[in-house]
C-alpha cells in the first residue's frame, strides 16, 4: 500500500499569509494527487487534483504542485474561510490513500 | 450535479453486519465509480472500495474479507454491508462519486468530486 505523509500536522497562521502544505508519498505516483479542505462536521471537498489542476469553483489563491513523491498545496493569501482541515489524497492506486490532515489554525 | 444521501442505522452491535445505503440523485449511474469512504479519528480518511455500474468491485484489502458493496440501478442507490464489526468500525462512513471517464482500472485523474453529507455509525453493545 502507498503511505501518504503530510506535514505540518497543524499550522498557525493569519489573515494574508501565504501557507505551504506538503505531502510526500512513499512510492512515485506520478501526479495522481488530490487536495482536499474539510470543515468540522461535513465532507471533504475536492480543490486541487492531478497535482495541480483546480477544480471547477475553487479559488485562485489555492494551487498545488509536484510530482513522483513530493508534492504541495499553497494558499497564496490566507481568508478567514480558509481555515480548515486539509488532505492529500493518491489515486494512482487502490487501495486509495489519504494523508493524515494538516489542520489550519488562526494564529 | 449529483446529490448523494446516506441512511442507515446509527448503531450496530459487535460481531453483526454493518449496512449502510446511498441514494443518488443527477447523476447517471454508469458514469461514475460509486465509493464508500470512512473517517474515524483513530485511522483518519480510509477508503473503503468502489463499485461500478458493470458491477465490477474494488475493495481496501484490510476490509475485503467483510466487505460488500452493491448497486441497484432500478432504485438509483448502492449499498455498503461490513460484517463481524468490532468498535474499531465506529466512524463516520460517506458514499462518494467519482468520475469513471477519468480512471483506468484502479487509477483515476481526479479525485472525489462528490460526496454525501456522511453518516456516524457507532459499534457499541
Known amino acids: 500500500d502507498i503511505q501518504m505523509t503530510q506535514s505540518p500536522s497543524s499550522l498557525s497562521a493569519s489573515v494574508g499569509d501565504r501557507v505551504t502544505i506538503t505531502c510526500r508519498a512513499s512510492?512515485?505516483?506520478?501526479?495522481?494527487l488530490n487536495w482536499y479542505q474539510q470543515k468540522p462536521g461535513t465532507a471533504p471537498k475536492v480543490l486541487i487534483y492531478?497535482?495541480?489542476s483546480l477544480q471547477s469553483g475553487v479559488p485562485s489563491r489555492f494551487s498545488g504542485s509536484g510530482s513522483g513523491t513530493d508534492f504541495t498545496l499553497t494558499i497564496s493569501s490566507l481568508q478567514p474561510e480558509d481555515f480548515a482541515t486539509y488532505y492529500c489524497?493518491?489515486?494512482?492506486?487502490?487501495?486509495?490513500?489519504f494523508g493524515q490532515g494538516t489542520k489550519l489554525e488562526i494564529k | 450535479q449529483v446529490q448523494l444521501q446516506e441512511s442507515g442505522p446509527g448503531l450496530v452491535k459487535p460481531s453483526e453486519t454493518l449496512s449502510l445505503t446511498c441514494s443518488v440523485s443527477?447523476?447517471?449511474?454508469?458514469?461514475?465509480?460509486w465509493t464508500w469512504i470512512r473517517q474515524s479519528p483513530g485511522k483518519g480518511l480510509e477508503w473503503i472500495g468502489y463499485?461500478?455500474?458493470?458491477?465490477?468491485?474494488n475493495y481496501n484489502p484490510s476490509l475485503k474479507s467483510r466487505v460488500t458493496i452493491s448497486l441497484d440501478t432500478s432504485k438509483n442507490h448502492f449499498s455498503l454491508k461490513l460484517g463481524s464489526v468490532t468498535a474499531a468500525d465506529t466512524a463516520v462512513y460517506y458514499c462518494?462519486?467519482?468520475?469513471?471517464?477519468?480512471?483506468?482500472?484502479?487509477?483515476?485523474?481526479?479525485?472525489?468530486?462528490?460526496w454525501g453529507q456522511g453518516t456516524l455509525v457507532t459499534v457499541s453493545s
Open positions: 462518494a462519486a467519482v468520475l469513471a471517464g477519468y480512471c483506468s482500472g484502479g487509477a483515476c485523474y481526479r479525485g472525489i468530486d462528490y
Open positions: 443527477g447523476g447517471s449511474i454508469s458514469t461514475y465509480y
Open positions: 463499485i461500478y455500474y458493470s458491477g465490477s468491485t
Open positions: 512510492q512515485r505516483i506520478s501526479n495522481y
Open positions: 492531478t497535482a495541480s
Open positions: 489524497q493518491q489515486t494512482y492506486t487502490t487501495p486509495w490513500s
